[in-house]
């Protein structure tokens, strides 16, 4: 069953930054204070501005992750609770969709996708059986064009919900309007990260799939976030269908990736070739002379393939494959060679590499540190000018948890990055004594105001302050002195946990996803 305390502790924060970020205790004190929090905590009325995070997709691109002050994100799961039957009912009244929320009953994130990998690859198999042709399409930049409006008339039909602007006992008007206080009013784009967002995205998409069958009664094919693929007995028939795709998702304000679709005669392989390929490497690990033989011969196809298919995960699937070998002592210092040279050359495998170099070594197997400590420094060095604040972040998680110091030139880096995620966990790493005095933090210091707690520095002005990592500036405590803020710091609320640096055992971050594409193009997942 989704609760309050479901959505805001597994279903807040992405899962693409380090573990000592948490929202558990923020949770919590949701659970015990439901009933006396002020006003100005739930009438919502107050417009907030999102943290954003950037991160890593694949080559050159780029995600920016939304973090939504938690006075929102509280008012907007709270009315996501409260509307959950209507918003349930609505999204498994899709007969396309392979990605209605459901409630995730073995921990991780709280709302899921229905369908897993597997089960799409049957579904997908199951749809060429009987198809000449297939049409494949997405839509562009489909978190940030999501028209907060859009919501209401998914819910009610436009017409209705154009009528009942104001009519607060509609679930859609109440989520329009929690979504816009999250977003500083804006009614451009949804959150990137939260599981809100993915039900909010679904509740929209399960309308235009309604529309979609309702002008195909006979459609065989699915849609999959907003990925969506389809059998077609004829090219024109395919044709036909992306005209009424594209109609559709107009009503919605929405539109097609043009770079993304195609129609395709079959036959074509289910998965990339690349896939193929490294799936079904086999590593002699019954015979370990053999195995750093192995090894060698696989990173070199891997960079082939990385080579031959840029716009793929590559290195991040391949890597993952690694998993599962019995390293002895010397084929693990050889594989190290390798997978520092991926944490050189290409940044987005931190969320698969430090996970390995982390469980080995609970293996009793050695990482070389000195080798990581030059990384980590020059990865800082390199990513803060570019704002590349996700790698930054994991970099200083490395340098905690294995008590790397930070150089003089990476400090000086560092200083001048205002990623509210990074300055966070840079406090934690300068307290523990390992960045030295040239942290400069003039710069975070501006952010130490009442002010600063509803705006996109939300959570430095307030971490800083809870854990006295920074000077304040005049008498009065402006977090304390913030009835919302004050209530959660007497409760002992904090969004970060030095404790869980060390102690946390890293899975790969990344969604499954962004690791094994379902079609040849990357698929933009809720996170």
């Not at 993304?260 to 079959?266: H, N, P």
């Amino acid at each position: 069953m989704t609760t309050i305390f479901t959505l805001l502790s597994r279903g807040y924060f992405p899962r693409e930054i380090p573990p000592p970020f948490t929202t558990i205790p923020f949770a919590k004190f949701i659970v015990d204070y439901v009933h006396r929090l002020p006003n100005a905590f739930t009438e919502g009325k107050r417009a907030t501005h999102l943290l954003r995070h950037d991160v890593p997709r694949i080559g050159a691109k780029r995600r920016l992750l939304s973090i939504p002050n938690p006075i929102a994100q509280f008012n907007l799961s709270a009315a996501i609770i409260q509307h959950w039957s209507t918003l349930n009912t609505h999204c498994h009244e899709s007969t396309l969709s392979c990605s209605t929320p459901v409630f995730n009953k073995n921990g991780g994130q709280a709302i899921i996708p229905s369908f897993g990998f597997a089960d799409l690859t049957q579904k997908r198999a199951s749809i060429r059986s009987f198809a000449k042709y297939i049409l494949r399409t997405d839509i562009s930049r489909f978190y940030p064009s999501i028209y907060s409006h859009s919501i209401p008339w998914a819910l009610h039909t436009k017409p209705t919900a154009k009528l009942n602007r104001k009519d607060k006992t509609l679930a859609g008007n109440v989520l329009d309007e929690r979504i816009r206080k999250s977003q500083d009013d804006q009614t451009i784009g949804i959150p990137i990260s939260p599981d809100t967002s993915f039900i909010i995205a679904e509740t929209v998409l399960t309308a235009f799939d309604k529309l979609l069958v309702s002008k195909y009664t006979a459609l065989r094919g699915f849609r999959y976030i907003d990925d969506m693929e389809f059998g077609f007995g004829t090219y024109r028939e395919a044709q036909e269908a992306l005209a009424q795709v594209r109609d559709i998702l107009r009503e919605f304000e929405l539109s097609t990736n043009d770079t993304k679709t195609r129609i395709i005669e079959l036959p074509v392989p289910l998965d990339e070739t690349w896939v193929a390929e490294l799936r079904g490497f086999a590593f002699r690990t019954n015979k370990t002379k053999y195995l750093q033989s192995d090894i060698a011969t696989f990173f070199d196809k891997l960079f082939s393939l990385q080579a031959q298919f840029p716009d793929d995960t590559v290195i991040k699937y391949g890597v993952q494959q690694l998993r599962s070998i019995p390293f002895d002592a010397k084929s693990w210092e050889f594989t190290q060679r390798y997978l520092f040279q991926c944490l050189m050359v290409d940044t987005s495998t931190f969320l698969v590499i430090l996970p390995l170099l982390q469980s080995q070594q609970k293996a009793q197997l050695k990482v070389d540190l000195s080798t990581l400590t030059h990384i980590i420094n020059y990865q800082i060095q390199e990513c803060c000018p570019m704002y590349f604040g996700n790698e930054v972040a994991w970099a200083l998680w490395a340098a905690i948890y294995w008590n790397l110091h930070i150089g003089k030139k990476a400090a000086v880096a560092l200083s001048n990055m205002t990623d509210p995620v990074v300055a966070v966990i840079a406090l934690d790493a300068h307290q523990r004594g390992l960045i030295p005095n040239d942290l400069d933090t003039t710069r975070w210091e501006q952010f130490l105001n009442r002010e600063a707690l509803y705006e996109p520095q939300w959570l430095l002005a307030y971490e800083a302050n809870v854990k006295g990592w920074l000077p304040q500036k005049g008498k009065t405590d402006y977090v304390a002195s913030d009835s919302c803020f004050g209530l959660m710091k007497a409760a002992g609320v904090s969004f970060y946990d030095p404790a869980k640096v060390r102690s946390a055992k890293l899975t790969s971050a990344a969604p499954s996803n962004t690791v094994v594409p379902l079609f040849s193009f990357d698929v933009e997942s809720p996170s």
